[in-house]
């Protein structure tokens, strides 16, 4: 679903004001995707609303929390397909110390490419590979095994 071609003009060729409207209308519009679009609505939304994103931070970087030094910006960018989603999911969160915020490691398994059900799967096996606490989402040592032999196996 990531080679989905997006709608309307490239966010880089609008104007100030459409790329704000735009903005605007794709937050309006993300909870009514998000519980009752296609997969392929959500994506192409998804897309959409990252491009924008992207491009207003570009233009106003001081405008937004990015630009204020609290989070680090997250370039966007299409999942490696030459690389298992669940190996680049995992190592993510490896490499976030073994915990983010559930926002963040659904993002996470986004930029992967791990689709829900997979990552579903994740929290399901038995012993699961992932945990709750909280709003965190944390690798268990399960989940570092599986990803040991991931790893082993690339």
Do not use: I
């Not at 679903?1 to 060729?13: K, N, S, Y």
């Not at 190996?87 to 930029?111: I, T, W």
């Not at 689709?115 to 992932?130: I, V």
Request: hydrophobic share 40%; glycine share 10%; aromatic share 6%.
């Amino acid at each position: 679903m990531a080679d989905l071609p997006v709608t309307g003009r490239p966010a880089g060729e609008l104007t100030d004001e459409e790329l704000e409207q735009q903005g605007t209308q794709a937050h309006a519009t993300r909870n009514w995707v998000f519980l009752h679009g296609s997969a392929e609505q959500f994506a192409r939304h998804t897309t959409r609303m990252l491009e924008l994103e992207a491009e207003y931070v570009r233009r106003f970087p001081r405008r937004t929390w990015q630009g204020s030094g609290g989070a680090p910006a997250v370039a966007a960018s299409p999942p490696d397909v030459t690389v298992d989603p669940e190996l680049a999911f995992l190592r993510a969160l490896e490499a976030a110390g073994g915990r983010l915020h559930k926002l963040e490691a659904h993002q996470a398994a986004r930029v992967a490419g791990l689709d829900r059900t997979s990552l579903a799967g994740l929290y399901k096996s038995d012993p699961p590979a992932l945990g709750t606490e909280g709003v965190e989402r944390v690798l268990t040592d399960a989940g570092r095994a599986r990803l040991a032999r991931l790893l082993a196996t690339e």
